[in-house]
């Protein structure tokens, strides 16, 4: 049952283009009641995934890696991986099922070095306010592949375009994370990553 326990506050998630979502391999990594938890719902906050797995003997930290893309693994979603042109303008619709101010912004993560590349793609600094309506503009909204991303994001699996949500007065924090490929650009050597000052595995990547 332990898997089945919601935790109700802010709920969000993208819808397009298709993010990963939980399957087989995330349950081995991340064990059987954490995997339950969010195929029942996708749309709830990584600190329930880690109040379900608290007491979970087959959560392995190191292997589900929570905090990158909510431990959703590339492996379930490979049918899944959209594929981009440098330069290209790519729509985002995120539905936004119950409110909590914070920050968000949507960047580009390499999967193996849990770095950000380049600067946000797109920023907010108050982001679905529960004391106003939320604007259009939070929630359709249109980011572009950089055009120096060069072949870093060349193979499937080895980045996300993350939308990162992060309720900060109630402790609630939200991803969604869309595998993609992009073919090299004019410059080659393409945008530096940021390395993210720890990458453990209780560490959230997040652009800063």
């Not at 594929?83 to 101010?101: K, M, N, S």
């Not at 849990?114 to 793609?121: A, N, T």
Request: net charge negative; charged share 15%; hydrophobic share 35%.
């Amino acid at each position: 049952l332990a898997g089945l326990i919601s935790t109700v506050s802010g709920h969000g998630f993208v819808t397009s283009p298709q993010a990963r979502m939980p399957g087989d391999s995330m349950a081995a990594a991340c064990g059987q009641q954490v995997a339950v938890n969010q195929e029942s719902d996708n749309y709830g906050n990584i600190q329930g995934e880690l109040q379900v797995a608290s007491n979970q003997a087959d959560y392995d930290a190191g292997a589900c890696d929570i905090w990158l893309c909510k431990g959703y693994k590339f492996d379930d979603n490979k049918a899944n991986v959209q594929t981009f042109t440098a330069g290209q303008t790519v729509p985002i619709t995120v539905d936004i099922r119950a409110p909590h101010t914070g920050t968000a912004n949507v960047s580009i993560v390499n999967t193996k070095t849990h770095s950000v590349i380049g600067e946000p793609l797109i920023s907010w600094d108050s982001y679905a306010s529960n004391s106003a309506p939320i604007p259009d503009e939070q929630k359709n909204f249109d980011i572009t592949i950089p055009s120096d991303i060069g072949s870093q994001c060349a193979t499937a699996g080895d980045c996300v375009i993350q939308w990162y949500w992060d309720a900060r007065s109630i402790d609630q924090t939200y991803q969604s994370c869309i595998d993609f490929t992009v073919g090299g650009s004019g410059d080659s050597s393409g945008s530096p990553s940021q390395a993210v000052s720890s990458v453990a595995a209780s560490t959230p990547v997040v652009a800063s």
